[in-house]
């Protein structure tokens, strides 16, 4: 069902560190209402902290598949950015401005089709909740989730990824590490554009591509190239 985006207002609940820069923020709706679907983003609305009379509206896709009146946001608070400061000043039990839900990075039917993943840094939360859903509806699509990173030491959700990949009949996940610290670990080293295998994406395939633009602006040429149909590659570019 479609749901117009609407005014609202959320409580943190609470604030969990992820890196030196990132937090997941968890909220309970406490006035208004906000049916979303997994994969959707909401708007932060907030007084600037720069010009005390200006509001400003930041996007944040919701990190956790609909549950009630409770959600998860994961946010980068960007060092002198207007968002970025008013997020380093929050704390639980403030009550925050939304408005929303819009975007339509999200799963279209419960075909069995192939669905490519493909995130960078906060990127992952949109493709969070669409798994934890796909994990609710007993998914048994082939899945490949593409996560990546900059430096090991901002790594997170790992063990919430790993859970919801095991949780699904025929899941896979690839984390890239585009600039690792040390050569001492597990993971692919480079960005995840040169990861993916498109020998295997066809007209079947859907495929999900959220965070850095020039990320999200490869992963669509190569899947045009592949023979996706533009309209089955969902794209959210998070830093414009
Ligand atoms: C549909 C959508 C969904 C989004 N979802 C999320 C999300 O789930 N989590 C999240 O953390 N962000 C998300 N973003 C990005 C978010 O909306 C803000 O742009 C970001 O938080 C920076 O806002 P700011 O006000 O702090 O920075 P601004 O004051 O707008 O900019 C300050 C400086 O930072 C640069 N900048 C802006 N955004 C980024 C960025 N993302 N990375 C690096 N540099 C940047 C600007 O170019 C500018 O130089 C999303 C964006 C879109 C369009």
């Known amino acids: 069902m479609f749901s117009f985006p609407e005014k609202f207002k959320a409580k943190i609940t609470d604030i969990v560190d992820l890196n030196s820069s990132t937090s997941s923020y968890m909220f309970e709706v406490v006035e208004g209402n906000c049916s979303y679907k997994a994969g959707q983003f909401v708007m932060l609305d907030f007084e600037s902290p720069f010009e005390k009379s200006e509001r400003v509206q930041r996007a944040y896709s919701v990190a956790s598949r609909p549950n009630g009146k409770v959600f998860e946001l994961c946010i980068e608070r960007i060092k002198g950015g207007q968002a970025g400061t008013f997020l380093s000043s929050v704390q639980k039990d403030d009550v925050l401005d939304f408005k929303g839900p819009f975007g339509h990075c999200t799963l279209k039917d419960k075909e069995s089709k192939q669905l490519i993943f493909a995130a960078t840094g906060t990127g992952i939360a949109p493709i969070k909740a669409i798994l934890e859903d796909l994990v609710q509806m007993q998914a048994e699509n082939s899945i490949k989730v593409y996560f990546g990173m900059r430096y090991l030491k901002d790594l997170y959700y790992l063990t919430e990824l790993k859970n919801l990949i095991s949780n699904l009949k025929n899941a896979k996940l690839d984390i890239c590490i585009s600039k690792p610290e040390n050569a001492d670990h ?55």
């Open 186 to 240: 597990s993971y692919h080293t480079g960005r995840i554009q040169t990861q993916f295998d498109i020998e295997s994406w066809d007209e079947n395939t859907v495929v999900y591509a959220c965070g850095n633009g020039n990320m999200v602006r490869d992963v669509r040429s190569k899947a045009l190239v592949a023979g996706v149909d533009k309209k089955q590659i969902l794209v959210e570019i998070f830093d414009s």
